[in-house]
């Protein structure tokens, strides 16, 4: 018998109730297979993806056997989405470096596009991860009610909301606010790293830096060059001899 999930109750703002909004550069753009008819597109929503779960993927995490089936239509966004999930790369970066409830954190960010509500509802999805382990925690959460009403089996999941109206600065993307490495683990590693900086640099605007053929190019070379004036004489002028100076013939 399974433990049925923990109730929790969601927390809301004005600003996340749907209503009139204009377009900006700052609202997320939506990635949608329906939308997508060429290569190039799917290529577009394909990394898309990627940056929403890895946030970065080196060609040595890319799972080239998802990408094909994902362009020949075979499988869906949302499968592509669960196949990232349960990857080998998720589950080193995410899963083994972090708590169940940082583990749950991190993909409620990047599956629903949100941060978790409160501690309760952390505490609910880890149970789901001791009962039904990792693998049934990531389907429970694509199949809830939240992830198909709104992106459906075709749209990338996306930081809903992180433009809100009422503040000066927008919520920050998940990957600055939340780093896949626990406190535990970025200690071991050295992170934070603090740099003193001896060296004093300057910046020097783009108009202001000296253009070909400019005398301040070469000032540096002049001034390399050794100094190779004439050291004055130490002759009194009354002690030359000058006969001696004449040729003789």
Known sequence: MSIPLLEYKPSSQNPRVAGYEVGTDDQPRIYSAESAFSLTEMNELIDAAYRQIFFYAFRC??????????????????????????????????????????FVEQVIQRALGRDPYNEREKIA?????GTKGREGFIDALLDSDEYIENFGYDIVPYQRRR????????????????????????????????????????????EKQPKAGSPALYLDMARSLPNRANAPSTTSATNVDYLSKVPYR
């Open 61 to 102: 995490d890319r799972e080239i056997f998802l990408e094909s089936q994902l362009r020949n239509r075979q499988i869906t966004v949302r499968d592509f989405i669960r196949g990232l999930l349960l990857s080998e790369t998720f589950r080193n970066s995410f899963y083994e470096k972090n708590s169940n409830y940082r």
């Open 125 to 129: 999805w880890s149970i789901k991860i």
């Open 163 to 206: 433009v809100l109206a009422g503040r000066q600065i927008g919520e920050r993307p998940f990957n600055i606010k939340s780093p896949r490495y626990d406190e535990y683990y970025r200690s071991i590693l050295g992170f934070p790293q603090i740099i003193w900086q001896t060296e004093v640099r300057r910046y020097t605007p783009q």
